[in-house]
């Protein structure tokens, strides 16, 4: 199994939009800064704010990405708020 997860900061009130398939592994490696030029790195206060299961990486992968492209904080708290926006944007991509 896979997940886009969104992790949030109070701190620097900001976003993170990932995948992984092992969501408490990485959300530690993000506070512990393992990864040295991640985005995460500005803060140490990541909380998952949405774990959406996939079928699959490339599920994954593919929501990753659009929502990168919306490039809106308003639309990051709507699918927070209703993830079923997720599986209707998986939807309309199948068919």
């Known amino acids: 199994m896979h997940y886009l997860n969104i992790l949030y900061s109070d701190?620097?009130?900001?976003f993170y939009i990932?995948?992984?398939n092992n969501i408490e592994e990485r959300i530690l490696k993000h506070q512990n800064?393992?990864?040295?030029?991640?985005?995460?790195k500005?803060?140490?206060d990541w909380r998952i704010v949405l774990a959406f299961d996939c079928l699959n990486r490339e599920e994954a992968i593919y929501?990753?990405?659009?929502?990168?492209r919306m490039k809106s904080?308003?639309?990051?708290?709507?699918i927070?708020?209703?993830p079923s926006i997720l599986k209707d944007v998986l939807s309309k991509r199948k068919s």
């Open 63 to 68: 929501l990753e990405k659009f929502i990168k």
């Open 80 to 82: 927070i708020t209703d």
């Open 42 to 44: 500005i803060a140490t």
């Open 11 to 14: 701190s620097s009130q900001k």
């Open 18 to 20: 990932g995948e992984t």
């Open 33 to 40: 800064h393992s990864y040295q030029n991640s985005f995460t």
């Open 73 to 78: 904080k308003t639309f990051n708290n709507k």
